[in-house]
């Protein structure tokens, strides 16, 4: 996977952290990369020259949808002629949903569900784990605490919900976060399944990233 799925997930994170009171920065600089890098992906995936044509392209093979390529290609419009959209900054979230978008359904091939795209605030300070591993989702953060042999999971430091056998669990049994680098495994459906091999952990992460199955 190319290096610019990295890339415009950290902007998107960035910009969702601007947005939420990260001192300054200027959200508008960071929309215009993201949306850049959007641009080269949506070229490198039609194997064509041109962004506007690039998502359009990306439409007619039923990776985007259409509504979605033609916004996409107005923000092009806007960057090739050497600024941001009149939109700026006060449609910097609603243009980053639309590249949010884009990130997912490059990634799975298809196209992805809206999701939830808002401000990120830092949290407040509280009780540090025993041990964490983390991995970043399509520029999201997932984290794995442990505590006293117990692990939880966080999207954005937000808890996620999971689910173990069938049935729901508060928390999982767990000596210590994993050492090892995971795999990741992104699936046609939408799923994203999170592989620790050395382990022998994985977690399957929904469609909407709003729960988790523990293995």
Same mark, same amino acid.
Request: hydrophobic letters at 40%.
């Given at each position: 996977?190319? #290096?610019?799925?990295?890339?415009? *997930?950290?902007?998107?994170?960035?910009?969702?952290? =601007?947005? *939420?009171?990260?001192?300054?920065?200027?959200?508008?600089?960071?929309?215009?990369?993201?949306?850049?890098?959007?641009?080269?992906?949506?070229?490198?995936?039609?194997?064509?020259?041109?962004?506007?044509?690039?998502?359009?392209?990306?439409?007619?093979? #039923?990776?985007?949808?259409?509504?979605?390529?033609?916004?996409?290609?107005?923000?092009?419009?806007?960057?090739?002629?050497? *600024?941001?959209?009149?939109?700026?900054?006060?449609?910097?979230?609603? =243009? #980053?949903? %639309?590249?949010?978008?884009?990130?997912?359904?490059?990634? =799975?091939?298809?196209?992805?569900?809206?999701?939830?795209?808002?401000?990120?605030?830092?949290?407040?300070?509280?009780?540090?784990?025993?041990?964490?591993?983390?991995?970043?989702?399509? *520029?999201?953060? @997932?984290?794995? %605490? @442990?505590?006293? #042999?117990?692990?939880?999971?966080?999207?954005?430091?937000?808890?996620?919900?999971?689910?173990?056998?069938?049935?729901?669990?508060?928390?999982?049994?767990?000596?210590?976060?994993?050492?090892?680098?995971?795999?990741?495994?992104?699936?046609?459906?939408?799923?994203?399944?999170?592989?620790?091999?050395?382990?022998?952990?994985? =977690?399957?992460?929904?469609?909407?990233?709003?729960?988790?199955?523990?293995?």
């Amino acid at each position: 996977m190319t #290096g610019r799925f990295t890339q415009l *997930g950290r902007q998107l994170r960035k910009l969702r952290h =601007i947005v *939420g009171g990260a001192p300054e920065a200027e959200p508008t600089t960071t929309l215009r990369r993201a949306t850049q890098l959007a641009c080269d992906l949506a070229c490198e995936a039609a194997d064509v020259g041109d962004a506007q044509a690039g998502f359009h392209d990306l439409a007619e093979r #039923g990776v985007l949808e259409r509504e979605l390529a033609e916004r996409l290609a107005g923000y092009a419009s806007a960057v090739a002629k050497g *600024g941001a959209s009149s939109e700026l900054p006060a449609g910097a979230m609603s =243009i #980053g949903r %639309d590249l949010d978008r884009l990130l997912r359904s490059l990634e =799975i091939g298809a196209p992805a569900p809206e999701l939830a795209f808002e401000p990120l605030v830092p949290r407040q300070g509280g009780t540090k784990p025993d041990s964490t591993a983390a991995v970043v989702i399509s *520029g999201r953060v @997932v984290e794995l %605490d @442990v505590r006293d #042999g117990h692990a939880v999971l966080s999207l954005d430091e937000q808890p996620l919900p999971m689910t173990r056998g069938g049935s729901e669990v508060a928390s999982f049994a767990l000596a210590a976060a994993p050492l090892s680098r995971p795999d990741v495994h992104r699936e046609p459906t939408g799923a994203t399944r999170v592989v620790w091999s050395a382990e022998k952990l994985e =977690i399957e992460l929904a469609p909407d990233l709003a729960r988790a199955r523990v293995e």
